[in-house]
């Protein structure tokens, strides 16, 4: 036998055979099977120095086994893979103190590498499973399968059960206080109180007095939100929009957990678990001095970034169904969606992301007339709003944020001699674009011409100025 044993239990042959032709590269034995019978008999004859295992079985789920085999071989690490990732399987993975959760498809090399750091830490006990019901599907706080959420399930699940700081960043309506809630919920802190505040709802003058109380005469007339958050989970919604002057008290608090009510008065003492969220870039911020950079690195220790709706459209069916459901059981009429409404909400882009999506299916479900809602009156409903938001506003909100993630910084430091930037985003907008006009007309230049409303010989100048080659 060349190294350690790792045994692999997955129902798909094609994953087995390339988890053990891979480690076997690495210098390690490797056993596979596909069903959870024949894997508890090794665990049971206590074989394996480490197990890789899918999450759902032929015969039986890999949860339901899991209590026996962290009794058995408490010191056995194991990493769980799954095609089927939510957050309740990586949370009830990291509750059944699994070393590594992996969704699929996921990369070998990455594998290799987590398995090479479990058996190094071996002697390390697991973590004792917490007992918790399994909530149903239609109530997960976060919903979706996607790619980019099962990265965002990962994360959840390896810190929820820790004091870290967590920054979660992403677009209005992506779910950042969903995800906060999440991670409080799920984890060791669920016990506590979760304490929100919207920096963004609040006057400035009253951002400090609202987080850390105030001192009137020589008494602390509340304990402020930073003190009711003691033993639990302090959610600061839109961090970004914090003053200075209280920047400088939450960084003292986060240094030593001590802070003193507004005004002066004694120091107190609060064990509260801080998750920030923000829909700004905070390092433009910190760029143009508006935020303390000092602060920005106690806050994004663990940085947890929510995909926007239209880069997930794929769980869009998903939330659409979950949220007809939450409906109905609110009251609302029970209505379903029939294919010709499902392909109109994955064909937009969802400028106000999960949260425009939720309303729209709110609004449906209470004043559709029919059980079964056909894409017209979904067109219907969009048009009727009272501010809606177009396509072209979309395409100007994505363009905007896009020239400000890449030219913020170079419009802040230029000086008046350069005088290039206006040509350089002329110059990277227009040649995608001439790209994509050719390809629309399989590289006829007359009709590309005649579509951009140039003419053919600017046209072909721009191509030849631009480089742009026919393979293109």
Known sequence: MSGPTVLVADDDSSVRLVVSQTLAQEGYHVRSTNTASTLWKWIEAGEGDLLITDVYMPDESIFDIMPKIRQERPELPIIV???????????????????DYMPKPFDIDVLADSVKRALQKRSLKGIEPASRKAEKDEALPLIGRSTPMQNVYRVIARVMNTDLTVLIEGESGTGKDLCASAIHDLGKRKSGPFVAVSLAALQKEQVEADLFGVNIDGEASSPGRVGEANGGTLYLD???DMPLEAQTRLLRFLQD????SHGGGPVRQSDARIIASTKHDLRNLVEQGLFREDLYYRLNVVSLSLPPLRERKEDILELAAAFLV???????????????AYDLLSAYDWPGNVRELENLIRRLAALSPEPVISAREIEREMRSGTKPETKTDAFEAEVEALLSRHFM????IANESEGTIYQNVIEQVERPLL????????????RAASLLGLNRNTLRSKINSLEISDEE
């Open 409 to 412: 910084a170079r419009l802040s």
């Open 326 to 340: 939450r409906a109905k059981r609110e009251g609302l009429p029970e209505k379903q969606l029939d294919k010709s």
């Open 257 to 260: 957990g001590q802070y003193s």
């Open 238 to 240: 839109e961090v970004g």
């Open 81 to 99: 893979i799954s095609g089927q990732s939510t957050v309740l399987t990586a949370t009830m993975a990291s509750d059944h103190g699994v070393y």
């Open 435 to 446: 790209k994509l006009a050719l390809a629309a007309t399989n590289g006829n230049k007359v």
